[in-house]
């Protein structure tokens, strides 16, 4: 049956790999130059992978699908939930994770496993990081085409705040048609598009630390931001401990209230770097649970993360356009849009018999994934978001947020009498 579907130690290691997004169209709008070296492998004009169906989307075709439709999460369906929880089998405690089914916008479906469960949620919190970047540049220039002026044209280097990533990120050469993957590296110049792509894109923690040292000089300085080079520094030396604190309070815990998310669910408490954490003192932990991400997916599918303007342009930063990775990896998504975001930690200790490895660690193993999957079946739309959070020890959990990401939009699509 059709249901509602209608048509009208210890060693620790934090770990992010290579993933890419925005649309390959995107470089003329928006300066981001590794676009345009995908776009042109796409068209076989360099060499490198192609992309699959899903990711040939053009920046037109990416947008929120949700503007006036205006809830709340829905109450959790008890029968959704039970098929969704069946599918973590034994290791079901050890996973949270909720699901909306979006594919008929006026009969919503909602489905949660442990929601409420609060962890660390690595760098899926760079969600949080970009918000409170976006949420200062409305509230210095209401107008969106002086936003993205600002994006567009500030000119980002890197400095201490970016020690240290072992992470690479794309530079691409426009003239001599090169395309140089690395770590950053102080000097390390690019637009703050860029940085914004190099922080949800290739999930660069340096970027990252960047892009939030410019949100705080933003929400300080408002219209006189950027500053010169040579006055950041002297302006973190000068402001130390409280002082910064309460900068970087304003900067990302204040939007995250302002725009209807509790702190006590969704918190992004320090830095992406070492040196990030020594400068500034974020003042406490970072987390979220699977509702509250599901919350700031759905409010960005809305436009209502900061306004419809905001909204558009972090879902086109999660858009995917190279390698997936993890849960955006599965297989059976290949022909499907998916907006992703994830992020891991592990940790080992020695153990007999058990050899410590990336995502599989045994005192801790934390992996974290949110997506919004997109895909015409059969002449009809499947939507649904999902967000994902685990830590179960000694297994791949890669593999197995892969695996759940097959198994889920199968289950969707049985929902809806799809194959």
Same mark, same amino acid.
């Given at each position: 049956?059709?249901?509602?579907?209608?048509?009208?130690?210890?060693?620790?290691?934090?770990?992010?790999?290579?993933?890419?997004?925005?649309?390959?169209?995107?470089?003329?709008?928006?300066?981001?130059?590794?676009?345009?070296?995908?776009?042109?492998?796409?068209?076989?004009?360099?060499?490198?992978?192609?992309?699959?169906?899903?990711? $040939? %989307?053009?920046?037109?075709?990416?947008? #929120?699908?949700?503007?006036?439709?205006?809830?709340? %999460?829905?109450?959790?369906?008890?029968?959704?939930?039970?098929?969704?929880?069946?599918?973590?089998?034994?290791?079901?405690?050890?996973?949270?994770?909720?699901? $909306?089914?979006?594919?008929?916008?006026? !009969?919503?479906?909602?489905?949660?496993?442990?929601?409420?469960?609060?962890?660390?949620?690595?760098?899926?919190?760079?969600?949080?990081?970009?918000?409170?970047?976006?949420?200062?540049?409305?509230?210095?220039?209401?107008?969106?085409?002086?936003?993205?002026?600002?994006?567009?044209?500030?000119?980002?280097?890197?400095?201490?705040?970016? &020690?240290?990533?072992?992470?690479?990120?794309?530079?691409?050469?426009?003239? @001599?048609?090169?395309?140089?993957?690395?770590?950053?590296?102080?000097?390390?110049?690019?637009?703050?598009?860029?940085?914004?792509?190099?922080?949800?894109?290739?999930?660069?923690?340096?970027?990252?630390?960047?892009? !939030?040292?410019?949100?705080?000089?933003?929400?300080?300085?408002?219209?006189?931001?950027?500053?010169?080079?040579?006055?950041?520094?002297?302006?973190?030396?000068? &402001?130390?401990?409280?002082? %910064?604190?309460?900068?970087?309070?304003?900067?990302?815990?204040?939007?995250?209230?302002?725009?209807?998310?509790?702190?006590?669910?969704?918190?992004?408490?320090?830095?992406?770097?070492?040196?990030?954490?020594? $400068?500034?003192?974020?003042?406490? $932990?970072?987390? @979220?649970? @699977?509702?509250?991400?599901?919350?700031?997916?759905?409010?960005?599918?809305?436009?209502?993360?900061?306004?419809?303007?905001?909204?558009?342009?972090?879902?086109?930063?999660?858009?995917?356009?190279?390698?997936? #990775?993890?849960?955006?990896?599965?297989?059976? %998504?290949?022909?499907?849009?998916?907006?992703?975001?994830?992020?891991?930690?592990?940790?080992?200790?020695?153990?007999?018999?058990?050899?410590?490895?990336?995502?599989?660690?045994?005192?801790?193993?934390?992996?974290?994934?949110?997506?919004?999957?997109?895909?015409?079946?059969?002449?009809?739309?499947?939507?649904?978001?999902?967000?994902?959070?685990?830590?179960?020890?000694?297994?791949?959990?890669?593999?197995? &947020?892969?695996?759940?990401?097959?198994?889920?939009?199968?289950?969707?699509?049985?929902?809806?009498?799809?194959?």
């Amino acid at each position: 049956m059709r249901r509602g579907f209608r048509w009208s130690l210890v060693s620790l290691c934090v770990v992010s790999v290579g993933l890419f997004a925005y649309p390959m169209d995107g470089y003329q709008d928006t300066g981001i130059r590794r676009l345009e070296q995908a776009r042109l492998t796409q068209l076989g004009e360099l060499s490198g992978a192609r992309q699959p169906p899903g990711a $040939l %989307l053009t920046t037109d075709q990416v947008s #929120i699908r949700l503007e006036g439709h205006d809830f709340s %999460l829905p109450p959790s369906d008890a029968d959704f939930s039970r098929e969704l929880t069946a599918l973590l089998g034994e290791q079901a405690e050890n996973y949270a994770l909720a699901v $909306l089914d979006l594919s008929d916008p006026n !009969m919503p479906v909602y489905a949660e496993h442990r929601g409420q469960h609060r962890q660390n949620v690595g760098s899926v919190g760079k969600l949080v990081a970009a918000l409170g970047l976006f949420q200062g540049l409305a509230d210095t220039y209401p107008a969106v085409e002086d936003r993205e002026t600002v994006l567009r044209n500030t000119i980002v280097t890197a400095d201490r705040f970016s &020690h240290s990533d072992h992470h690479t990120i794309r530079l691409y050469d426009l003239e @001599a048609k090169q395309l140089t993957r690395r770590p950053m590296r102080d000097g390390d110049t690019g637009s703050l598009w860029e940085y914004l792509d190099w922080t949800l894109s290739v999930s660069s923690n340096s970027a990252a630390a960047m892009t !939030m040292r410019d949100a705080m000089l933003l929400r300080q300085f408002g219209t006189d931001y950027p500053l010169p080079e040579q006055q950041i520094t002297p302006y973190f030396d000068q &402001h130390r401990g409280a002082q %910064l604190t309460d900068l970087y309070k304003r900067t990302f815990w204040e939007p995250v209230t302002r725009n209807g998310f509790s702190l006590d669910a969704l918190r992004q408490g320090s830095f992406f770097t070492r040196e990030g954490k020594r $400068l500034v003192n974020g003042g406490g $932990l970072s987390y @979220a649970t @699977a509702r509250s991400l599901m919350q700031y997916l759905l409010a960005m599918e809305q436009g209502r993360l900061v306004d419809p303007w905001t909204s558009i342009a972090l879902k086109r930063l999660l858009y995917m356009t190279e390698r997936r #990775i993890r849960y955006a990896s599965a297989p059976a %998504l290949a022909n499907a849009a998916v907006y992703f975001k994830s992020g891991s930690l592990y940790s080992c200790e020695p153990e007999e018999g058990f050899k410590c490895g990336a995502y599989r660690g045994n005192v801790r193993n934390y992996m974290n994934s949110v997506a919004i999957i997109e895909e015409d079946v059969e002449g009809r739309q499947v939507h649904y978001l999902v967000t994902l959070v685990s830590n179960v020890l000694r297994e791949n959990s890669a593999v197995a &947020h892969q695996k759940l990401g097959g198994e889920i939009h199968a289950l969707i699509k049985a929902r809806h009498d799809l194959k």
